[in-house]
């Protein structure tokens, strides 16, 4: 499904140059920092790896009340990467995506769980990033660097651009940790903002992921962590979460009028799964697309068939990337612009 959304830009000041070369400098201060942003490779025409070990400010982020929209989050990565010295301007883009998602049983005993991100772009810039956080599981995450917000040619190949890169820390579409918990994005069916104001934490849509990502063992632990935060849609836009679990557990979170709804589904893609007055609610192709994948959520699929079911609802010029994660053996095959031959393994290392 394509939708077209707003997202805010966020042009990072000449003082970020000025800044890294003295963070270079002082290395016992920002060595993670600076370790992160040279582990950048580039994979692929518009595809990057990051490897982050250490504090990324996570902790710090929730402990200073989180953020209710991208404003606030961007100004806590200013604090954070550079101590408040850098100046902000902002405009907006727009853009348009829409996803899906598949868990199936993979042997009698494990289960995989297949994710295509659709975006319609002309620069495609994809990273995949693997964290090991002080105080919580290792992970890997994926992350479409146009929503970094740093400009169309924006490249992390320049120190300046690897180091602004470790903004994609809090920006995960999709993931899986070292319990085997698995974790998308999807926009919804509508244009319906979440936005809950009590007094807890607040979290935007891709920190929340950051947050499962890191503390959620399973889809129960996600739930109830889920539920101890407030919210905040990113990009202007509904979305849903699609999360499963090594146990074979599998829902879609959803919003609706800012409460959060628990709906048991193998497949998701860009309509609302909640019964209710919103159910269904989304374009044709998105159930054209679910539909085709029910066919299969009986099904005991290896990986190499996972990728066949991500090819068969892939669009031409539009899915950026597919990944099958395998939650038995903590592996993913990242397969980037519908490169179903030529997938990139990666392993969990914490078993």
């Known amino acids: 499904m394509k939708k077209s959304t ?22 016992a201060v920002f060595g993670e920092k600076i370790k992160a942003a040279n582990s950048i490779e580039k994979l692929n025409d518009g595809l990057y790896y990051m490897e982050y070990e250490g504090d990324y400010g996570f ?10 929209n991208q404003a606030d ?7 954070f990467m550079s101590g408040g010295f850098v100046e902000l301007e902002k405009e907006e883009v727009s853009f348009d995506f829409g996803c899906s998602t598949l868990t199936t049983k993979s042997s009698d005993s494990s289960y995989v769980m297949g994710r295509n991100f659709d975006y319609t772009g ?20 994926t992350t479409w ?8 040619d924006f490249v992390p190949e320049s120190m300046k651009d690897r180091y602004m890169s470790l903004a994609s820390v809090y920006v995960p579409l999709d993931g899986i940790n070292e319990k085997g918990l698995c974790v998308a ?43 101890q935060y407030d919210m905040h849609s990113d990009i202007g836009r509904s979305h849903h979460l699609s999360i499963c679990d090594s146990s074979g557990r599998s829902v879609v979170v959803e919003y609706i009028d800012n409460e959060m709804i628990i709906t048991d589904t193998p497949v998701v893609t860009n309509h609302y799964l909640s019964e209710g007055e919103k159910f269904g609610i989304g374009n044709e192709e998105s159930h054209k697309c679910y539909a085709k994948l ?37 592996e993913l095959d990242f397969y980037f612009r519908r490169q179903f031959d030529n997938p990139l393994t990666f392993t969990v290392e914490n078993k």
């Open 185 to 227: 994005d999807l926009i919804n069916g509508d244009d319906e903002l979440t936005s809950q104001n009590t007094d807890k934490v607040d979290v935007t849509t891709t920190t929340a992921i950051r947050l499962l990502l890191d503390k959620a063992a399973n889809v129960d632990e996600a739930i109830t962590l889920l539920k």
């Open 6 to 27: 707003k997202i805010m830009l966020i042009t990072i000041s000449i003082v970020l140059v000025l800044f890294i070369a003295l963070a270079s400098i002082l290395g």
């Open 122 to 141: 002309a620069n495609p810039r994809a990273m995949i990033i693997h964290t090991k956080p002080e105080n919580g599981y290792e992970s890997y995450s």
């Open 145 to 152: 660097l146009d929503f970094l917000g740093f400009g169309e």
């Open 294 to 330: 029910m066919e299969k959520s009986e099904d005991t699929l290896s990986r190499e068939d996972m990728a066949k079911c991500m090819s068969d609802v892939s669009y031409e010029n539009e899915t950026q990337w597919s990944v099958v994660y395998d939650i038995e053996n903590l």
């Open 59 to 68: 902790e710090q982020f929730l402990s200073k009340g989180g953020a209710e």
């Open 73 to 79: 989050l961007v100004n806590y990565l200013v604090f």
